[in-house]
């Protein structure tokens, strides 16, 4: 399937420990990047996060939003390190003795790190519960991808449709405009006075029948439309390829241009070109 680098995501999930919600959006990145934006408490899963975003995507700027919030009815009382207070607060008169000064200050022993601690939570079965709802979220942005890469697809058939379409155009009128050309040249030559070598008319006009024909170029457009159509039936991550065969539809619509010697030929040749622009702004959306 061909997937778009543009798509947003967002799950929220609920349990009794509170209420966290995964978003995750990407934009057109010629690589993979990703942003990771996470409470202070979760620092440690961005190697893991990270990981698995690169196991299931290959391009786009991509960011990722946690939102993280305890329910009111989480246990939230603070619980007291006894023994360590009662280490902190045994030096503090001791040194209030030796010193002959100064008074305790059980605020300043309470602040001390690690004598109080709000109610132990279940890190790790929070972490399981948020793991699991990135892949949930990861799945759903996936999908997103999928149908706007779908969406992207039917549109590069349609124009390739039309370069198909085009080329026909153009061979159809080869006959006329070749046999045109000749009969041009040849009274052009019969206005000259004097004796022409019938050889050397014959071989000026396949110099320039060499010069006008477009079959070549005809040939290998087609063949680039066969080539794309099949990267789109492949799918995956192939808009690096597109954007190659892009370059190469360009470079024959252009030698197209050049040769152009009858209106409709340049008429066919500038709707190629609008065609393969079309495409080409379309194909940097895809993965």
Known sequence: MIQSMTAYARIEHKA???TASWEIRSVNQRYLETYLRLPEQFRSFEPVL????????????????LRYELADSSNNELQL???????LLGAANWLKQ??????????????WPGVLASGEQDMDAIGADLMTAFDAAIDQFIEARGREGEAIKDMLLSRLEGVSEQIAVVRAHMPTVMLYQREKLT???AEIKGELDPARIEQEMVLLAQK????EEMDRLEAHVTEARR????GGSEGRRLDFMMQEFNRESNTLASK????????AAVELKVLIEQMREQIQNVE
Do not use: C, H, M, Y
């Open 98 to 111: 030796e010193a002959g000064q100064g008074d305790v200050n059980l605020t300043d022993i309470l602040r």
């Open 81 to 87: 390190n006894q023994a360590l207070a009662k280490q």
């Open 187 to 189: 009274n052009r030559l």
């Open 231 to 234: 990267i789109l039936k492949k």
């Open 16 to 18: 009794q420990w509170g």
């Open 260 to 267: 152009s010697i009858s209106a409709e030929i340049t008429s």
């Open 50 to 65: 990270r990981d698995r975003l690169r196991k299931r995507l290959s391009r786009g700027k991509v960011e990722v939003n």
């Open 212 to 215: 006008q024909d477009v079959a």
